[in-house]
């Protein structure tokens, strides 16, 4: 079993959420290959950051 603990997201999701938001304004919706990527990253940090959210909350 690892040891490493799970990344975690400097940013609350709400900042995240912002950015996924305005990447998809920025674009009309339609996404380059590179955009993609971006938003893939941002979701991932979003999750994260939700998660976080909730523990911090329990």
Partial sequence: MSS???PHS???A???NDQI???WARTGGQL???D???YEALVTEWATAIGEGAVQRA
């Fill in 32 to 34: 380059t290959a590179e």
């Fill in 36 to 38: 993609r990527a971006q």
């Fill in 4 to 6: 490493t603990p799970a």
């Fill in 10 to 12: 400097a940013r609350s």
């Fill in 14 to 16: 709400d900042v995240v």
């Fill in 21 to 23: 938001r305005d990447l």
